[in-house]
């Protein structure tokens, strides 16, 4: 049975950061790109940030870019999301993805095992 397990979230001043981890089971995703999601209360799921199977290529949503930083380490089967310069409209919950295709996706749909969510709360 293949699991993704976020962890990591949490509340935090505006400013701050927190780095989420993720942690696959089940099945190795070193040939699998990976991404982070994130909905927030009343609004549908969006992109966050995404990573190709090496690790050497990455994307993010223009929200983010500048602040967070994905990254992975494959002996692990682990992807990781660092975020500095918390904003309060980060506030909302964060899943990681894990995609069968090798390239960057900005979209769910490319996305086929997800985790089950960690709540990040930014205050003001």
């Known amino acids: 049975q293949v699991q993704l397990v976020e962890s990591g979230g949490g509340l935090v001043q505006a400013g701050g950061s927190l780095r989420l981890s993720c942690a696959a089971s089940?099945?190795?995703?070193?040939?699998?790109?990976m991404g982070w999601f994130r909905q927030a209360p009343g609004k549908e799921r969006e992109f966050v940030a995404t990573?190709?199977?090496?690790?050497?290529?990455?994307d993010y949503a223009p929200s983010v870019k500048g602040r967070f930083t994905i990254s992975r380490d494959n002996a692990k089967n682990a992807q990781y999301l660092k975020m500095n310069s918390l904003k309060p409209e980060d506030t909302a919950v964060y899943y990681c993805a894990s995609s069968l295709q090798a390239g960057l996706s900005t979209t769910e749909y490319d996305y086929t095992y997800w985790g089950q969510g960690t709540q990040v709360t930014v205050s003001s």
């Open positions: 089940g099945r190795t995703f070193s040939n699998n790109a």
């Open positions: 990573i190709n199977w090496s690790g050497g290529y990455t």
